[in-house]
């Protein structure tokens, strides 16, 4: 019948008019971007024997480099940055509609007001507990995300996802996809770095700077300030010169060798990685040297101060400012570590809230405080992004027979300042007693789409081909917090 169609002169010029209207229609949509084609993948161009070279964004970036401040542990919104004047009225009874909840770590009791006192802080007047009386008063500078969700009440499938986006092992950390986007404009110094918790690693470790399929070059580097990388000092009896020389010979020899080779990317990538290595070995040592910083900005930070704990993540937060104005592209920096056991070395505050947060607390606080400040007062808080996180949040009640909150990815609060969000803004909320998100839901997948949107790029386009799937760092979710956008 459709042959017999064609015979027929009208059909065949109503046909052939309906078809060059098509392609003109396609013209134009291709003309202007808007065709499925260019709404496909972007892989990064990444030249072997340059992986780590400097990469431009999808589009122009509000944020030159991000700086992610992890608390492990979870952190109670309750406690810190959540105020719920109806806790407080409701202080003993029983949550309404709870019955006898069960959560994490099993039954709950009744409704328990926030530990420490509220006070309004800055001209923003936000509500901000006692227990972080310096980041209280930089409220000015924060931008507050109160309805962010979690999809794992369990610490580690939580830290992944919070890292790296998925809830299972063997996913790129959201470091890793920067580093293999962006690159880096620092030459002597690594793309990514992981700054551990003085007192050791978060619970599922370096899956959170981990690269998983993306190219081992993009993973990122863990050191502190007390333990820099190893293995940078020069061989006993060896000159500065006759070291420099021996790297330039050995750069003429892989050279040579390379050009006998055209083309062999692997080659490429090691000599590329060994030539990293080498510059490290002058740069970063240098970099984890405080001694260099003026007194009182080591005062400011606390880096002597007698409690060792803080002392030494004061140093860790002064060797982010100190990577950051290198312009390393991704520092991550870590507060707690269950080395230790629940609750003694993180935030896990199950049993005895208010003695292990009197702990934690001091120990966050000032070092914190002081590198915002810092990044404030150098000018690098204009084109950096801080992003404060922890894995989820904390129940409203008491867990029964304790004194402490258990685990609650319901809802649950998240910070960021610098470059490219809104100053002394509040975004979404949980209800009335800090239990669940109830306006402007917000996912782990919105925080990463937001980060890469600063960083000028796509996240629905970035991506890496990786077992027959192309592979994004918020998967097939996620939507830009544009509200929260300066």
């Given at each position: 019948?459709?042959?017999?169609?064609?015979?027929?002169r009208r059909s065949f010029l109503a046909d052939a008019a309906t078809g060059l209207g098509g392609i003109a229609l396609t013209a134009l949509l291709a003309e202007r971007g808007l065709l499925a084609a260019d709404a496909g993948p972007i892989r990064p161009a990444v030249k072997p024997e340059a992986p780590l070279a400097p990469r431009a964004p999808h589009f122009p970036a509000k944020a030159k480099r991000v700086l992610v401040i992890f608390?492990?542990?979870?952190?109670?919104?309750?406690?810190?940055?959540?105020?719920?004047?109806?806790?407080?009225?409701?202080?003993?009874?029983?949550?309404?509609?709870?019955?006898?909840?069960?959560?994490?770590?099993?039954?709950?009791?009744?409704?328990?007001?926030?530990?420490?006192?509220?006070?309004?802080?800055?001209?923003?007047?936000?509500?901000?507990?006692?227990?972080?009386?310096?980041?209280?008063?930089?409220?000015?500078?924060?931008?507050?995300?109160?309805?962010?969700?979690?999809?794992?009440?369990?610490?580690?499938?939580?830290?992944?996802?919070?890292?790296?986006?998925?809830?299972?092992?063997?996913?790129?950390?959201?470091?890793?996809?920067?580093?293999?986007?962006?690159?880096?404009?620092?030459?002597?110094?690594?793309?990514?770095?992981?700054?551990?918790?003085?007192?050791?690693?978060?619970?599922?470790?370096?899956?959170?700077?981990?690269?998983?399929?993306?190219?081992?070059?993009?993973?990122?580097?863990?050191?502190?300030?007390?333990?820099?990388?190893?293995?940078?000092?020069?061989?006993?009896?060896?000159?500065?010169?006759?070291?420099?020389?021996?790297?330039?010979?050995?750069?003429?020899?892989?050279?040579?060798?390379?050009?006998?080779?055209?083309?062999?990317?692997?080659?490429?990538?090691?000599?590329?990685?060994?030539?990293?290595?080498?510059?490290?070995?002058l740069r970063a040592a240098e970099v984890a040297d405080l001694s260099k910083e003026p007194a009182k900005v080591r005062a400011e930070y606390g880096t002597e101060d007698s409690n060792k704990v803080k002392a030494g993540f004061a140093r860790n937060c002064l060797l982010a400012r100190r990577l950051l104005e290198r312009d390393v592209r991704f520092v991550q920096l870590f507060n707690g570590s269950y080395a230790m056991g629940e609750g003694?070395?993180?935030?896990?505050?199950?049993?005895?809230?208010?003695?292990?947060?009197?702990?934690?607390?001091?120990?966050?606080?000032?070092?914190?405080?002081?590198?915002?400040?810092?990044?404030?007062?150098?000018?690098?808080?204009?084109?950096?992004?801080?992003?404060?996180?922890?894995?989820?949040?904390?129940?409203?009640?008491?867990?029964?027979?304790?004194?402490?909150?258990?685990?609650?990815?319901?809802?649950?609060?998240?910070?960021?300042?610098?470059?490219?969000?809104?100053?002394?803004?509040?975004?979404?909320?949980?209800?009335?007693?800090?239990?669940?998100?109830?306006?402007?839901?917000?996912?782990?997948?919105?925080?990463?789409?937001?980060?890469?949107?600063?960083?000028?790029?796509?996240?629905?386009?970035?991506?890496?081909?990786?077992?027959?799937?192309?592979?994004?760092?918020?998967?097939?979710?996620?939507?830009?917090?544009?509200?929260?956008?300066?």
């Amino acid at each position: 019948m459709y042959l017999l169609d064609l015979l027929d002169r009208r059909s065949f010029l109503a046909d052939a008019a309906t078809g060059l209207g098509g392609i003109a229609l396609t013209a134009l949509l291709a003309e202007r971007g808007l065709l499925a084609a260019d709404a496909g993948p972007i892989r990064p161009a990444v030249k072997p024997e340059a992986p780590l070279a400097p990469r431009a964004p999808h589009f122009p970036a509000k944020a030159k480099r991000v700086l992610v401040i992890f608390c492990s542990g979870a952190v109670s919104h309750l406690d810190t940055f959540d105020y719920k004047p109806d806790l407080m009225k409701r202080d003993g009874q029983p949550l309404p509609g709870g019955g006898k909840l069960v959560t994490f770590q099993g039954e709950n009791g009744n409704l328990v007001k926030p530990i420490w006192p509220f006070k309004p802080r800055g001209k923003s007047g936000k509500m901000v507990s006692d227990l972080l009386p310096n980041l209280a008063e930089l409220a000015d500078e924060m931008c507050f995300v109160h309805s962010m969700t979690a999809k794992s009440n369990t610490h580690g499938p939580a830290e992944n996802q919070m890292s790296t986006g998925f809830t299972l092992d063997g996913f790129p950390s959201a470091g890793a996809w920067v580093s293999y986007a962006l690159g880096t404009d620092c030459r002597d110094l690594p793309a990514f770095v992981a700054i551990p918790d003085p007192r050791g690693v978060p619970q599922v470790g370096p899956n959170n700077w981990g690269s998983a399929f993306l190219p081992a070059v993009f993973q990122g580097t863990a050191f502190t300030a007390d333990k820099p990388i190893p293995h940078l000092t020069r061989p006993a009896g060896m000159t500065v010169r006759a070291d420099a020389d021996t790297r330039d010979f050995l750069g003429l020899l892989n050279d040579e060798h390379l050009k006998k080779h055209p083309g062999d990317a692997d080659l490429a990538a090691r000599i590329a990685g060994h030539e990293l290595a080498g510059r490290m070995q002058l740069r970063a040592a240098e970099v984890a040297d405080l001694s260099k910083e003026p007194a009182k900005v080591r005062a400011e930070y606390g880096t002597e101060d007698s409690n060792k704990v803080k002392a030494g993540f004061a140093r860790n937060c002064l060797l982010a400012r100190r990577l950051l104005e290198r312009d390393v592209r991704f520092v991550q920096l870590f507060n707690g570590s269950y080395a230790m056991g629940e609750g003694v070395g993180n935030w896990d505050g199950h049993k005895t809230i208010k003695a292990q947060y009197d702990v934690h607390g001091p120990i966050l606080d000032q070092p914190c405080a002081a590198l915002l400040r810092d990044l404030k007062r150098t000018g690098l808080l204009a084109d950096t992004l801080v992003v404060w996180v922890t894995e989820f949040g904390r129940m409203p009640t008491f867990q029964k027979g304790a004194s402490g909150r258990d685990h609650n990815p319901a809802g649950f609060t998240v910070w960021l300042a610098g470059a490219g969000v809104k100053a002394g803004f509040s975004y979404g909320a949980t209800d009335e007693f800090g239990h669940k998100a109830v306006d402007k839901v917000t996912s782990i997948y919105d925080l990463h789409a937001t980060i890469l949107h600063l960083l000028g790029l796509n996240h629905e386009r970035l991506s890496y081909y990786h077992n027959g799937i192309e592979r994004r760092l918020t998967d097939v979710h996620g939507h830009v917090l544009t509200e929260i956008l300066s």
